[in-house]
């Protein structure tokens, strides 16, 4: 695998019109969607179980589907080498109320009057028009 190419799996899930995003401890802009990188030997499934266990406050993801593959321009800081991310993207529900663990400083709910300039550029440039295209993601 090339260095430039970080590898996710992350999760696209919903409650009352608005998606689950967090907030990294180590930089508050931008948002990015729950999960994170695959351990050696880990399918995606078992991935994404444990990045949510670990972020979202000990809850597990229910009817986990694949939407598709993402990838995209990542996130970089200043100074920082341009890096391509792929993301496996699957939608599901939480057990229960997700709280921010680990590595994650704040989860944001983030809804169609939200400003889409606090995104990661995978998500505002390339997964939520897909989505929206695709009617998953009704704004």
Do not use: N
Request: net charge negative.
């Amino acid at each position: 695998m090339p260095s430039h190419l970080i590898r996710k799996v992350g999760l696209f899930t919903m409650c009352e019109g608005r998606v689950l995003l967090c907030q990294s401890r180590k930089r508050a802009q931008p948002l990015i969607l729950p999960g994170g990188k695959r351990e050696a030997g880990e399918s995606s499934l078992d991935t994404l179980a444990r990045e949510i266990h670990e972020e979202l406050g000990g809850v597990q993801v229910l009817c986990a589907g694949l939407l598709g593959t993402y990838t995209a321009p990542a996130a970089t800081g200043l100074g920082s080498p341009p890096r391509i991310v792929e993301i496996e993207l699957f939608a599901g529900s939480l057990s229960g109320p997700p709280t921010a663990s680990s590595e994650i400083e704040a989860l944001v709910w983030f809804g169609p009057e939200d400003d889409w300039g606090r995104l990661a550029p995978s998500l505002s440039t390339l997964i939520f028009p897909d989505l929206q295209a695709r009617k998953l993601l009704p704004w």
